[in-house]
């Protein structure tokens, strides 16, 4: 790390801050160990549990727990019938696996740009982006706050296209008094570490249709089943399966799940203070020069994932990246969400061009993401508005 003390000052902090992390207790624990102590260890009772769990959390149908996000979007586009010559719309500012999904499944992502107050997809660029190939849209509730939906279901209904929402950020976030996982054909959530629940790595997929579920369910395992209505042999004997499609093994363990379902019981906490750490740092970042705060839809009752920080660069004079440094050196963990995707080299030896979606580039070059988690203390986000202080003071013209 490049350690610039300003001035040769003692950094604000001893010990270094994460910009986001889990939060385990002994309850966690112990319901981890009990599984180790019974008789099944992966996609047993706890998995179900999990999934009537978080169906029941956001008010949807079906729960189908998974791997991990990305397998869960993986699993949505299969679902979806994505295939080699779909077009999927998909906000530029957002984490790989958002677009990735599409090109697993042979499709090709279209990239949309953002609204540059609020940072999410912006519907004029989805409904521009729309052609005879069009098959889905997945919008990414970045940050945790949710996207407008109802002008994207609108434009999907007209085109005949599914919407598979990216929540990986938004669980518990509710859109116009409704929660994010009970709206559209599916919605994807991940149980990473960093994310608002944990199960270490982990995932899950909400829908309310039936036909849906089914091919999620068999995505998950191969595409194999024991089902006697839909295999096609039916003389064969009671060992007998069959595989169907070409599915893979995405199944989560009893062991993430137990831990995923004690962290449910928290959420409503976490969540709690994740929005008072939002409100402390809105009110005082508000009152430092150069800062962009940003902009809050009235339609998102938010859980909160990310806190992002936009500077007006205008105002310093050094680039974002010496501001960044600066903020490490006083070891504050600070991060950047994201690069747009399809500026990543792979992205860019597929033909994506450089200055597709402006305002998510514009975006990427002046924000710094600011630790959030349920066990920082007010001491540490004391910490945090102290070193940004200090260093865009240092930095201001
Ligand atoms: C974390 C994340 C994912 C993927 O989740 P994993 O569980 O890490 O695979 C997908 N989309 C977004 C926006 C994410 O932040």
């Not at 249709?209 to 096609?232: A, G, P, W």
């Amino acid at each position: 790390m490049n350690n610039i003390a300003i001035k040769g000052d003692k950094p604000t902090r001893e010990k270094f801050l994460p910009y986001g992390r889990q939060c385990i207790d002994q309850d966690d624990i112990d319901a981890v160990v009990s599984v180790l102590k019974g008789d099944f260890l992966t996609t047993g009772p706890m998995s179900d549990k999990l999934e009537k769990k978080v169906a029941e959390y956001v008010g949807a149908k079906y729960a189908v727990s998974i791997s991990n996000g990305t397998a869960a979007l993986h699993a949505a586009c299969y679902a979806a019938g994505i295939k080699e010559g779909d077009e999927v719309i998909v906000p530029a500012m957002t984490f790989a696996a958002s677009a990735n999904c599409v090109l697993y499944c042979g499709g090709t992502p279209v990239f949309a740009d953002i609204n540059p107050e609020t940072y999410n997809i912006d519907v004029n660029d989805i409904e521009r982006k729309i052609t005879d190939k069009t098959k889905a849209i997945i919008p990414v509730h970045f940050t945790g706050q949710a996207v407008d939906l109802d002008p994207i279901l609108e434009l999907a209904k007209k085109h005949n296209l599914i919407v598979i929402e990216d929540a990986a950020h938004a669980l518990g976030t509710k859109y116009k008094g409704k929660h994010v996982g009970s709206i559209s054909d599916m919605t994807e959530f991940s149980f990473h570490p960093v994310k608002t629940v944990t199960t270490g790595e982990g995932g899950m997929i909400t829908t309310n249709s039936k036909e849906l579920y089914d091919k999620l369910m068999l995505f998950r395992t191969h595409c194999i089943t024991r089902d006697k209505d839909v295999i096609i042999n039916k003389e064969e004997g009671p060992w007998y399966y069959e595989q169907l499609g070409l599915g893979y093994n995405y199944r989560i363990t009893d062991i993430q799940c137990a831990l995923g379902l004690s962290q449910m019981n928290k959420l409503d906490s976490f969540i709690a203070r994740r929005k008072e750490l939002v409100n402390m740092y809105n009110r005082e970042l508000s009152k430092i020069d150069g800062v962009i705060i940003q902009k809050e839809e009235e339609f998102s009752d938010t859980s909160r994932h990310l806190y992002i920080m936009k500077l007006d660069l205008e105002k310093f004079n050094v680039t974002r990246r010496e501001i960044f440094e600066a903020l490490l050196a006083e070891n504050i963990g600070v991060n950047v969400h994201y690069l747009p995707v399809y500026l990543h080299p792979y992205y860019q030896e597929l033909g994506y061009e450089k200055g597709l979606c402006p305002n998510a580039e514009e975006l990427y070059n002046s924000m710094i993401t600011l630790p959030l988690h349920p066990n920082m203390t007010d001491e540490d986000f004391s910490d945090v508005v102290k070193a940004v202080t200090k260093v865009l003071d240092y930095y201001r013209k």
